[in-house]
């Protein structure tokens, strides 16, 4: 009974191999140096239902850790002995890219936790928008308003 299905396995396994790697649609010398979400800049504008709820999603999933403020002097990073840098600093986010921030809120970063699955991409995108805010004293305005 074993063997014919160690025999099918075998095939299947050594089949894999023999498919060939489909080629790369962009030679290397073209591609980009950064993956494509990396350099994307924030595809959602803000609104005010997006900003409610970026606040209400910073306060559970963030604030803890980084402050209401973005500051980073919280008990919590105090505890775990986090090297925070300071968000309500302008300095701190002004080189980093929009989707250099989305991904390290999707996927986290050493001991920070990445919302993962928890959050859809456009809440995501908000998050973006709020923690650039917090430099600038709060949530962005939404043009208009
Ligand atoms: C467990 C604590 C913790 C939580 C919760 C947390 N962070 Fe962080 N965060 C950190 C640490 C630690 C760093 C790394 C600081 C560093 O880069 O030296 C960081 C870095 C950052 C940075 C700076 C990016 C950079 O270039 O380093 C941003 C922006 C940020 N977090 C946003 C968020 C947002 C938004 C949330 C909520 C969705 C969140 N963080 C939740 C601990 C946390």
Redesign the pocket.
Known sequence: MLKPLLLLSTLILSGFGLIPKPSPAVLPQDAAPVPAATTKANPVKVTPEGMARAKK??GY??E???GATGDGKTD??KD?K????D?SDPK??AD?SDG??FD??KNG?????G?GDR?KPDEIWN?VH??RGLSKGGAPVAPGK
Do not use: G, S
């Open positions: 999603q910073y999933d963030c803890m850790c980084h919590l990073a775990m986090l090297a925070m840098l968000l701190t986010l980093v250099t921030i390290l809120i970063k050493d001991k920070m936790p919302e959050a998050l709020y923690v």
